[in-house]
């Protein structure tokens, strides 16, 4: 069975940065576009950024400038490096890839992983 397995979450000053990675654990044969969403209390879940499988990118606007998505295609691995985090972006960020496997070519999501901007 597929999963993806998120990290690098937390508690971070306003101003502060993180850096989120998410790969997908168990047997698979690729990975197309791979994004982050994040979906804050009371709110409905948002594209952050995306990845496509040539490295195209596209960005929430209340993100651009801030935020940098990428990946390790060896490692079939995802990265969000968050900077000069802001209040609003405190939510639940969540990895999202579309995977091929010996299931075929599903959209997954992973778990998600918490993080709070507070000073």
């Known amino acids: 069975q597929v999963q993806l397995v998120e990290s690098g979450g937390g508690l971070v000053q306003p101003g502060g940065s993180l850096r989120l990675s998410c790969a997908p654990s168990?047997?698979?044969?690729?990975?197309?576009?791979m994004g982050w969403y994040r979906q804050a209390p009371g709110q409905q879940r948002e594209l952050v950024a995306r990845i496509t499988i040539g490295g195209s990118t596209n960005y929430a606007d209340s993100v651009k400038g801030r935020f940098t998505i990428s990946r390790d295609y060896a490692k079939n691995t995802v990265y969000l490096q968050v900077n000069s985090l802001k209040l609003e972006d405190t939510a639940v960020y969540y990895c999202?890839?579309?995977?091929?496997?010996?299931?075929?070519?599903?959209?997954?999501w992973g778990q998600g992983t918490q993080v709070t901007v507070s000073s």
């Open positions: 168990g047997s698979i044969f690729s990975i197309n576009a």
């Open positions: 999202n890839a579309d995977v091929l496997s010996r299931y075929g070519l599903l959209d997954y």
